[in-house]
């Protein structure tokens, strides 16, 4: 089945058209013949009996852009100019940049800005370290740290690869929680390096976020980071996942009515995000949880494609020591957590869930199943897309967990909190509005940042953690 087109996939294209009725039309009418999704056509200029227009169209993917421009081209009467991939456009020069928050325009800025008022400042933090909170950048300042080897599913692209994600994270950062953020891309697999790297730049920042570091490594160097530093480390793929699937989730059974601890949820993906998410569950009360990776389902006594968090996971799930593949575990499941790749789960598998299944197929760009294929068979469907309803995406947790814990000084980012936000995720959504197509809030309700943050700054009041 074809996707849907996307704004990821949009494309502008400069025709000349010859100025007469039912051209337009023409031209319209081939790229609706050809799947093309029109958003805008403009006017750019007319005279001599031609005229210029600028059309703009979601496409499904490249191949389907080309064969856009392609048909465009072959209409009599009308002239491709030019084309252009509005992605590409927008990366043009890089998505963030720094702006001076002290005007600089006479001398007295500047000894104040600079040399020599500058001095006094730095003498008043030398001699009262904690004073770097309020006199510098430090209090709202996040770094995002990636070595590029887990980059969404694309997979070890290198870190100078990995820095349009790590541009578009600091992007999300200052738009939706007002946190200023820059991207640090390691030029190393090692994560010795990588702990090190860190620890010596963690002076300018008030929180750590890792991004995009493959397991297992990232536990270690999350686990190294977050004993050594005293400001809080998150890695966004484990518990930033983690907090927005929780979230639906607890929306999901209240819809289908069933309760965490009756349930049985099969993940497939047991990376740095599988495990994570599968924690988060079990915290909240699912007991019966099975994990798939290429060789299967993960049980206890397993030797094949295991890893020091594999055995923790292997110890930890699977109560009932169910083996066999995807196809086989998915029997009776009520809820699927798909963290793998693009066209993992079938048809046949999903019609072996439970009554009111729940499909959770959050691989990017690409999901498990998509929505138009697993729809006659499930209850409740969401993806990591935002061009289908129920989009999981942690643009709706990092920036308010964020913002909670530079509000509160919090010197680590714990369970407690990250099952606040949660929750508070959660009960954006008033009971009267909850839906089997309305399980989470979209990225763009202005009452999550503030609800998360709050909920976080309260369980880390809660907890002991916050230092103001």
């Known amino acids: 089945m074809e996707t849907t087109p996307s704004a990821s996939y949009s494309i502008t294209v400069r025709v000349e058209l010859q100025n007469r009725p039912g051209m337009l039309g023409q031209l319209t009418s081939k790229v609706g ?80 800005a600079y040399t020599p008022g500058v001095a006094r400042v730095c003498m008043d933090i030398h001699h009262n370290p904690e004073h770097a909170y309020n006199l510098t950048i430090k209090k709202n300042t996040v770094a995002v740290v990636t070595d590029g080897t887990a980059v969404l599913g694309l997979g070890d692209i290198g870190p100078a690869a990995a820095m349009p994600v790590m541009e578009g994270k600091c992007a999300l950062f200052k738009e939706f929680a007002g946190v200023d953020a820059f991207p640090i891309c390691v030029d190393s697999k090692d994560p010795s390096v990588i702990i090190d790297t860190v620890r010596r730049i963690a002076t300018s920042f008030g929180g750590i976020n890792l991004e995009d570091i493959s397991a297992p490594r990232c536990f270690e160097i999350e686990r190294a980071l977050d004993e050594e530093l005293d400001i809080p480390v998150f890695h966004d793929d484990q518990h930033g996942t983690a907090v927005v699937t929780l979230a639906p989730l607890i929306n999901a059974l209240r819809i289908v009515k069933k309760e965490p601890q009756d349930i049985k949820v099969v993940f497939n993906g047991v990376g740095a995000s599988g495990v994570a998410v599968s924690k988060i569950f079990m915290r909240y009360g699912v007991a019966n949880i099975i994990g798939c990776d290429t060789a299967g389902a993960i049980y206890q006594g397993r030797t094949e494609n295991m890893n020091d968090m594999k055995a923790w996971y292997a110890n930890n799930t699977n ?38 299944a729940i499909v959770f197929a959050m691989a990017n760009p690409v999901p498990e199943i998509m929505p138009e294929i697993a729809a006659p068979h499930v209850r409740i469907m969401a993806t990591g897309r935002s061009d289908y309803p129920n989009q999981i995406n942690n643009v709706l947790g990092f920036p308010g967990v964020f913002r909670g814990a530079l509000n509160c000084r919090a010197s680590v980012i714990n369970d407690e909190m990250k099952e606040a936000a949660a929750n508070a995720i959660a009960e954006v959504i008033p009971p009267e509005e909850l839906n089997e197509d309305y399980i989470t809030p979209t990225v763009f309700n202005k009452a999550v940042v503030p609800a998360v943050a709050k909920a976080v700054e309260e369980a880390a009041e809660r907890t002991g953690v916050a230092r103001r």
Not at 71 to 98: P, W
Not at 331 to 349: I, K, N, Y
């Open 319 to 356: 109560p009932n020591g169910e083996k066999g593949s995807l196809i086989d575990v998915i029997e009776g499941a009520d809820v699927f957590v798909g963290l793998s790749g693009p066209g993992t789960f079938t048809v046949d598998m999903v019609k072996k869930m439970n009554r009111d």
């Open 33 to 112: 013949e050809l799947g093309g999704d029109i958003g805008a056509v403009d006017i750019v200029s007319a005279g001599d009996g031609l005229m210029v227009r600028d059309l703009t169209m979601n496409c499904r993917d490249e191949a389907h852009a080309q064969t856009l421009v392609e048909g465009i081209n072959q209409i009599d009467g009308v002239k491709l100019l030019h084309h252009s991939d509005r992605t590409f456009l927008l990366h043009l020069g890089g998505k963030i940049e720094v702006n001076s928050r002290a005007p600089i325009r006479t001398r007295d800025d500047l000894s104040m």
